[in-house]
């Protein structure tokens, strides 16, 4: 959600430590005089309780209207890394303002600086404005993990001279920030072995030799102008492509197991992180970053009774970015139970229910190639994954060091070739060259070659 500079509700101003000693001392006076009937004394006591309650009051009509502006620069950025903030605070009062301490509300795990001073801002200035009445502010927000976080609001202190209240208010609204998974770079020597268009083309002239090429549609950005179709474009009036490039994807599909812990773990571990199912999203990011630069065109689906699949993705057109955007939105294990009723933002392209829809893959004519990235896969998962293998080619199943022996031997025995993962780090050597798929137009090879190891990428 932008920032805005919608009302937040006031806060009452409170006493500090020093205030609170004062009105004690002020009251043991008070109790003190009227004992043996010392006027003078009374006379400090009564200075002493006065002074907190004028320090709430100057706090509380001090406080000025504010309107505040975040941005992020980078807008989003991968997890471990960091962005810049930069606050633009304007005063909306006719009063100047100064002597306040400014924090940026950010939760968990993100880490932001703690309170500073803020400069001190003019009057409101609606007519001639010369930038007196507006401070800017940035700071350097540090994103440990992956996730979609609120930043905001800005959280104003402002006191007394004498320190005995302060006013604390939250100022302005909040701000999404994406954090995208970290992506390992699978072959770094081999760049895109085909263009898009290209790939799609000699896929489509060997699945559709005789395709009509004046089949034509309206042309989309990011459609290569060599597939105009120039006959149509005259009649229509319009610039037209040729629809059959759209026939012709190669399609991969990538499985990621998002069942919840276990509830030992869950007692045991409580709120905290569930690593290993970060590294398999992490995992799922490279894999399918890979899979897009080659040409594919990506289906991710989540391992989960019930869970909504998350949508296609393809080059060009963003489907890099969408695909890193909905993976930083998949809930953690302990998580999505929590925001079951919460109200949390619903995946992008919400369909059927997991079972029906993975079954659906078996009904494709060709296999494509399957990757299926696997934390603590159940055996109705496992006997999913084992009923989808003549889908897929080549079948690629990813574990992690907590999916148990018994559950590898059952991917074995079902002929899914499987890659052990401890780290990220372990991609490069787990899928180095020859070991990614390339698509059917790249080059002329079997799956079985791959699955072999008996060909190395060019």
């Not at 997890?79 to 005063?91: W, Y």
């Not at 998002?258 to 970060?278: I, K, L, M, Q, V």
């Not at 009774?305 to 489907?319: L, N, S, V």
């Amino acid at each position: 959600m932008p920032a805005s500079t919608r009302r937040q509700p006031r806060t009452v101003p409170r006493l500090t430590r020093r205030g609170t000693a004062l009105v004690v001392i002020g009251a043991v006076l008070a109790g003190v005089s009227l004992r043996f009937d010392l006027r003078d004394v009374l006379l400090l006591a009564f200075v002493a309780i006065a002074m907190p309650v004028v320090g709430l009051c100057y706090a509380a009509l001090r406080m000025p209207k504010l309107a505040v502006t975040r941005v992020f620069a980078p807008a989003t950025v991968a997890a471990g890394g960091s962005t810049r903030v930069r606050l633009t605070v304007q005063n909306r009062s006719r009063r100047p303002f100064d002597g306040a301490r400014w924090r940026d509300e950010a939760p968990a795990p993100l880490l932001a600086p703690g309170e500073e001073i803020l400069p001190g801002v003019g009057p409101w200035e609606r007519t001639l404005p010369s930038g007196d009445d507006t401070v800017r502010l940035d700071y350097l927000l540090r994103t440990p993990r992956r996730g979609a976080y609120p930043v905001g609001p800005l959280q104003l202190s402002l006191g007394d001279p004498f320190g005995l209240a302060v006013m604390r208010r939250a100022v302005g609204g909040e701000r999404e920030l994406l954090v995208t998974p970290r992506v390992t770079a699978i072959d770094g020597a081999v760049a895109r072995t085909a263009s898009v268009d290209g790939t799609r083309h000699g896929l489509q002239r060997r699945t559709h030799p005789n395709s009509d090429e004046l089949i034509a549609r309206e042309y989309r950005y990011g459609d290569p102008l060599r597939r105009v179709n120039w006959a149509a474009t005259a009649r229509r009036g319009e610039l037209m492509v040729r629809e059959e490039e759209q026939r012709g994807d190669a399609e991969a599909r990538l499985l990621l197991d998002s069942a919840p812990r276990s509830r030992g773990d869950d007692a045991h571990r409580g709120d905290a992180p569930d690593f290993e199912f970060e590294l398999a999203v992490e995992v799922a990011a490279s894999i399918g970053i890979h899979l897009l630069d080659r040409g594919y065109r990506l289906r991710l689906d989540p391992l989960e009774e019930g869970a909504p699949g998350r949508g296609e993705y393809r080059e060009p057109g963003g489907g890099a970015a969408v695909l890193l955007e909905d993976l930083a939105r998949i809930p953690a294990p302990g998580a999505s139970r929590r925001r079951e009723h919460g109200g949390a933002r619903p995946a992008r392209d919400e369909r059927a229910g997991g079972a029906a829809r993975l079954t659906a893959t078996r009904d494709r004519r060709a296999p494509m190639p399957g990757f299926a990235v696997l934390v603590r896969p159940t055996e109705e998962r496992l006997a999913e994954l084992a009923a989808l293998r003549p889908a897929f080619a080549p079948a690629v199943a990813v574990v992690l060091p907590t999916v148990a022996e018994r559950s590898v031997d059952a991917l074995e025995r079902a002929d899914w070739r499987v890659v052990r993962i401890r780290r990220a780090a372990e991609l490069t050597t787990a899928f180095g060259p020859g070991r990614m798929p390339v698509p059917p137009a790249a080059r002329e090879t079997t799956w079985d070659e791959f699955l072999a190891g008996e060909r190395d990428a060019p």
